[in-house]
Nanobody
Framework: QVQLVESGGGLVQAGDSLSLSCAASGGTFTRYAMAWFRQAPGKERELVAVVNRATVGKYYAESVRGRFTISRDNGANTVTLQIPALLPEDTAVYYC?????????????????WGQGTQVTVAS
């Protein structure tokens, strides 16, 4: 059973860049598709990006496509979300999640393992 721990959040200014990292332990990392979700205040948790087991297949939510980059290192058991230019609407708690589904699962119910979340606050 995999455990996930996120890091890299914080308070930043609009236009700043940020890199979120998720470290996985306790399981076979390559058994899981890995994703980042986010939940803004008063809103439902939403998928941001997902990367498949083999690292080459990726999906991005329309709201972040072209801005965010997801990557994974199967040797280091980590998954990273890079955000080069933050916007105030990116303010949210960001969660790392793992799914045993194949390919690029997009439904929140496909994910059985979650980190505790890391807060990202973007000041305008």
């Amino acid at each position: 059973q995999v455990q996930l721990v996120e890091s890299g959040g914080g308070l930043v200014q609009a236009g700043d860049s940020l890199s979120l990292s998720c470290a996985a332990s306790g399981g076979t990392f390559t058994r899981y598709a890995m994703a980042w979700f986010r939940q803004a205040p008063g809103k439902e948790r939403e998928l941001v990006a997902v990367v498949n087991r083999a690292t080459v297949g990726k999906y991005y939510a329309e709201s972040v496509r072209g801005r965010f980059t997801i990557s994974r290192d199967n040797g280091a058991n980590t998954v990273t979300l890079q955000i080069p230019a933050l916007l105030p609407e990116d303010t949210a708690v960001y969660y790392c999640a793992a799914s045993e589904k194949y390919s690029l699962p997009r439904d929140i119910d496909d994910y059985g393992y979650w980190g505790q979340g890391t807060q990202v606050t973007v000041a305008s």
